[in-house]
């Protein structure tokens, strides 16, 4: 029984760990963001935090992590987003975020660059990035 | 023999560790050293990509429909629509694609060339926008050339259907001012307050708009024509604001082909014209609600008119139904007009669209759309609406009926 509620607990946690959060580099001084600042700068509405030029990338359009950070964060499909783009890219009002070609770029390049936020699963956080926000 | 043989093995084998750690000690190092190197060139590759815009980008978009009218007249001969949509089905009159050129010629200047053909247009290719944007200041940019007339809340996309859920925007707002482009300058600001994300821009310039089927194709000319409007975001709402106005004329042949203008004494020479809309959106992700209202309200004895519509969508899953009403009125008609000139200029109707949205990839929907439309007439006035008939004609019992399904796709 003990072992059967360690297990689920286990488990639990480890769901909720498989939580995309919202990282720049430790570097950064950035502090924290609001879901508002989130959502503008992953809209391409802002291009700045706290004064801080801040360049969004994203990851794989396959990717769990991606969908379920659109899913938290805007309560937007990959579907939704894609049509969201298709309404920025025909008005010239912007591009989506850049992609990265897997989440150990991910933290290679947020890490690396104070401009760049991005998102990752909670339990691949290195020493090298920042959380600013969790969903 | 053998206890040689294993006592050589046995000596090499307990030897080898020794030069082998250190042979292996050193491939490691230079092993580790080339990963360094590597991961470094990568994340310079990467990152210069990253930071250093693309020179050229291409965005496309295609939409292939197809519909059907059913509007009977009194005068026997189908009614057609203004979208071209008549008795038989036709595959022209929704279909449409575009591409478009987006080149950084430096960090601050971008040309943006569209081009784009219709079956409406018998798929002549043509320059839709042609522009220069640059970036005064991060937040200020101006854009010079020929670019979209922004009069409403979804008018830069008006082509793309893959971004509405629509099969084509409700007709009674965005037919209400047929003009699609203009030959302007522009500037905009963007700034936010708080979680509140605004666009205002400015603009001035000229266009030439035609008026299409209903107006037998007249050249509405729109000169010195200028606006402001406001774009606010906040969340999952969105609020737009926009007016408009220009001197616009009409040639007198054209008038002339449209009612007996000469006759009457007649004439359309820069009349103020201006034109106000008032949009408003919702959209979390699980519901979608849109409405606009819109006035075009020209400053002589020509016909204005109102209209307004409001759309209320349900994403489920990858299907979205999606249900509108709209409408179109005249406004001040002038009473010293014989009747059957406002009759024949006016524009009245109704409509009830229920439409089904299905995303058969994530670039690609498939919709389809029913739309009632009625009251055409009333005790003041007596149109045939958007539909285009025989003159004197009016609808068959005061309504018709059009289907209308589309692909539209996004690349």
């Not at chain 1, 291009?47 to 950070?69: I, M, Y």
């Not at chain 2, 030069?19 to 210069?48: G, N």
Request: no cysteine.
């Amino acid at each position: 029984m003990k072992k059967w509620i360690i297990s689920l607990l286990l488990t639990l946690s480890a769901t909720l760990h498989a939580e995309p959060v919202v990282v720049v580099s430790a570097s950064s001084e950035l502090t924290m963001l609001t879901q508002d600042e989130v959502r503008q700068l992953f809209n391409g509405l802002t291009r700045r935090a706290s004064g801080v030029a801040l360049k969004p990338l994203d990851l794989p359009a396959q990717s769990a992590e991606r969908t379920g950070f659109y899913q938290r964060v805007m309560g937007k499909s990959a579907e939704q987003m894609k049509s969201y783009w298709a309404r920025m890219i025909f008005t010239g009002r912007g591009m989506p975020p850049r992609e990265v070609s897997s989440d150990r770029e991910m933290v290679m390049l947020v890490g690396s660059n104070r401009n760049f936020i991005g998102y990752v699963d909670e339990t691949k956080v290195s020493p090298q990035l920042k959380v600013v926000y969790r969903p | 023999m053998g206890k040689a043989l294993s006592v050589v093995l046995g000596a090499s084998l307990g030897i080898s560790p020794l030069w082998a750690i250190a042979a292996e000690s050193d491939v490691e190092q230079t092993l580790r050293d080339y990963q360094q190197r590597l991961e470094k060139l990568e994340q310079q590759q990467v990152e210069s990509s990253l930071t250093q815009p693309e020179r050229l980008r291409i965005n496309g978009f295609l939409s292939a429909g197809m519909s059907r009218a059913e509007a009977d007249t009194t005068l026997g001969d189908d009614g057609s629509y203004i979208d071209g949509s008549g008795d038989k089905w036709s595959h022209d009159s929704l279909t449409r694609a575009g591409v478009q050129f987006n080149a950084q010629l430096t960090d601050k200047a971008e040309a943006v060339v569209q081009l784009f053909a219709s079956g409406a247009d018998d798929f002549n290719a043509e320059v839709q926008w042609a522009y220069l944007d640059y970036d005064v200041t991060e937040s200020v940019s101006v854009k010079a050339g020929r670019i979209v007339a922004p009069f409403y809340l979804h008018s830069q996309y008006v082509d793309v259907g893959y971004a509405y859920p629509w099969v084509s925007l409700p007709s009674e707002v965005y037919q209400l001012a047929p003009i699609k482009t203009m030959e302007a300058l522009e500037a905009t600001w963007g700034f936010n307050t708080g979680p509140v994300s605004h666009r205002l821009s400015g603009f001035w310039g000229s266009s030439t708009v035609d008026g299409g089927p209903r107006t037998n194709n007249a050249q509405y000319q729109a000169d010195d024509l200028a606006g402001m409007n406001l774009t606010s975001r906040w969340r999952d709402w969105t609020v737009r604001a926009a007016y408009s106005a220009a001197d616009v004329s009409v040639g007198q042949d054209d008038l002339d082909a449209l009612i007996p203008a000469t006759a009457l004494g007649l004439s359309f020479d820069e009349v103020y014209t201006y034109f106000a809309g008032l949009g408003l959106q919702y959209d979390d992700g699980s519901w979608f609600m849109s409405g606009e209202v819109a006035r075009l309200d020209f400053g002589n004895w020509y016909p204005s008119s109102q209209s307004a519509y409001v759309s209320l969508g349900k994403y489920m899953g990858k299907w979205m139904p999606l249900v509108t009403w709209a409408e179109v009125d005249p406004r001040d008609l002038d009473s010293s007009l014989p009747g059957p000139i406002n009759d024949g200029l006016a524009e009245q109707q109704k409509s009830w669209t229920a439409g089904l949205r299905y995303s058969l990839t994530d670039s690609i929907a498939l919709k389809g759309e029913f739309s009632y439309y009625y009251d055409f007439s009333d005790d003041e006035v007596s149109t045939t609406g958007f539909f285009v008939t025989d003159p004197g004609a009016e609808m068959e019992d005061d309504h018709a009926t059009i289907v209308r399904l589309s692909a539209d796709l996004v690349f």
